[in-house]
């Protein structure tokens, strides 16, 4: 088969030849592998199949969408610090370094465009929202057409510390929220990327494809 006929429904054909002959998956597996092939690698698939700059673009946007979100997380735990600590200036720092991390991270979820990124944009966006009024006390305003955060630097100098401080805070429940968000946004992001180099790998110079290891190879990253 060569690589510019592949298409999801082949993939799937295969992976049914696959569990018929093997016995080796239940039917709600076999459901589950099915939509977890469809949603997530389809894409991958076609873009890897059509040997375009595209694959080497996707493959750059979810190493790219990986780095933003550890770096979400990072800056994240960095504000609750920070906020511990109660010194005005580095709250301050770390509430403007956030914001910025955060803005990025959205827009690499956006582009991603999968299910899962969809739905933590969504998650992160609505909970943002709900606690728009914590956010205006520090400065900060949402935009409601992108979501993405911005500070007033003159409104977050005036804010009042202790307001900060238990705002951000590790034990606020708020940053506890957030960092559940943070981490799943982390958690997708390394899995799509992970995902998408195997299945890169798995085309050799001629331009033809194995099948059967692919198919072993979704396998195995559902096991």
Known sequence: MSVSSISSAD????????????????DEEIEEAKKKMEEDYAKALKESASGSSSSTSTSALYANLTESAQDTNDLLAALKEAADSKDPETIK????EFSSSYNSLLTYLKNAGTTECSAIVSAM???LKENEDALN???ITINKNTGKLTIDSDALEEADTT???EIFSSSSSTMKEMAKLTSSA???ASM???HY?????LYNGSGNINTHTLTRTFLDMMS
């Open 11 to 26: 993939v799937l054909s295969n992976l049914n030849s696959y569990i018929s002959s093997s016995g080796a998956m239940t």
């Open 93 to 96: 720092k770390a509430i403007t």
């Open 125 to 127: 966006t609505g909970f």
């Open 137 to 139: 006390a520090a400065g």
């Open 163 to 165: 307001k900060l401080s």
């Open 186 to 188: 982390l958690s997708v």
């Open 192 to 194: 799509k990327s992970s």
């Open 197 to 201: 180099e195997a299945l890169s790998s």
